[in-house]
């Protein structure tokens, strides 16, 4: 019998990128598909953004319809619902964190403009 409530694995989240497709709009540099070692998982289509120094990954999400058409925010872009998301913020900044460094490993100019402490204050500020 398997125990489903025992503890996460404590540690460092181990990622690498398997692509990556640069494409600037706004804030968004490019995609990537990121592997996720220890769930032996591939996340496809995992934005890459940046702004005001700053980079971050934000997961997959699909656009908002209601009535066969997209719904529209209150600024006039498409909404867009999380298709999956991670329990605490502290989890995700690590994500985030691990998944910038992967991208720089996989594309060092993708970021050529953006100072590289940011994604690791994050990632430190997740561990405390």
């Not at 050529?112 to 997740?126: C, F, L, M, N, W």
Request: glycine share 4%; charged share 25%.
């Amino acid at each position: 019998m398997h125990n489903t409530h025992a503890p996460p694995a404590q540690g460092k989240q181990r990622v690498s990128c398997k692509s990556w497709r640069r494409f600037r709009k706004n804030t968004l540099v490019g995609f990537a598909a990121i592997k996720i070692h220890d769930l032996r998982l591939i996340v496809r289509d995992v934005g890459i953004h940046e702004r005001d120094g700053r980079c971050w990954a934000q997961l997959p999400a699909k656009p908002v319809i209601k009535d066969g058409m997209p719904v529209q925010d209150n600024a006039g872009r498409l909404a867009y619902f999380p298709m999956m998301e991670f329990e605490t913020r502290a989890v995700a900044d690590a994500f985030s964190a691990a998944v910038v460094a992967a991208v720089r490993e996989t594309d060092p100019e993708a970021f050529a403009d953006v100072p590289v402490t940011r994604p690791i204050e994050a990632a430190a500020r997740a561990q405390q």
